[in-house]
C-alpha cells in the first residue's frame, strides 16, 4: 500500500467563479432574463418572466405576449425580484423565442438610425 501514491481529490467549488464575479460586481450586473414555469394544480402551470431592464415597458410586452399566444396574464410586483411578468400555461420555448425576436429587432432598429 505505500507504494501506491494515491491522490485525494483536492475540492472542486463549480460556483467559485461565479462567487468571485458577483462579489466584484453589483447585483444585477448580468442581464439574465429568466424563464420559469411553476406547477400549479393538477396540469395547470404558471410561466414567469423576470430580469428583463426596466427601459421596456412590461405592460406593452404582456399585451404583446397574450396576443400571440391567447394567453391570460398580469404583471406582478415584487419587493425582492421587481417587476414579473406572469403568463397561464407552459409558454416557456414561445417566451424565449418571442424576446429573442423582438428585443433583438428592437436593438437593430435603434442602432440603424
Known amino acids: 500500500m505505500s507504494d501506491l501514491d494515491v491522490q485525494v481529490p ?3 467549488d463549480p ?5 468571485a464575479e458577483d462579489s466584484g460586481a453589483g447585483a444585477g450586473s448580468k442581464n ?9 394544480n393538477g396540469r395547470k ?10 427601459d421596456y415597458s412590461y405592460n406593452k410586452i404582456l399585451k404583446d405576449l397574450k ?8 404583471v406582478v410586483q415584487d419587493p425582492e425580484l421587481g417587476q414579473v411578468i406572469q403568463l397561464q400555461g407552459d409558454q416557456r420555448k ?9 428585443i433583438y429587432n428592437a436593438i437593430l432598429y435603434c442602432h440603424a438610425y
Do not use: D, I, P
Not at 404558471?46 to 428583463?52: D, H, K
Open 10 to 12: 483536492t475540492a472542486f
Open 67 to 74: 396576443k400571440e399566444f391567447c394567453c391570460n396574464g398580469t
Open 15 to 19: 460556483f467559485a467563479e461565479a462567487n
Open 32 to 40: 439574465y432574463v429568466h424563464v420559469r414555469v411553476q406547477q400549479r
Open 94 to 102: 414561445n417566451v424565449a423565442t418571442f424576446l429573442v425576436q423582438v
Open 45 to 54: 402551470s404558471l410561466t414567469t418572466v423576470q430580469g428583463l431592464k426596466k
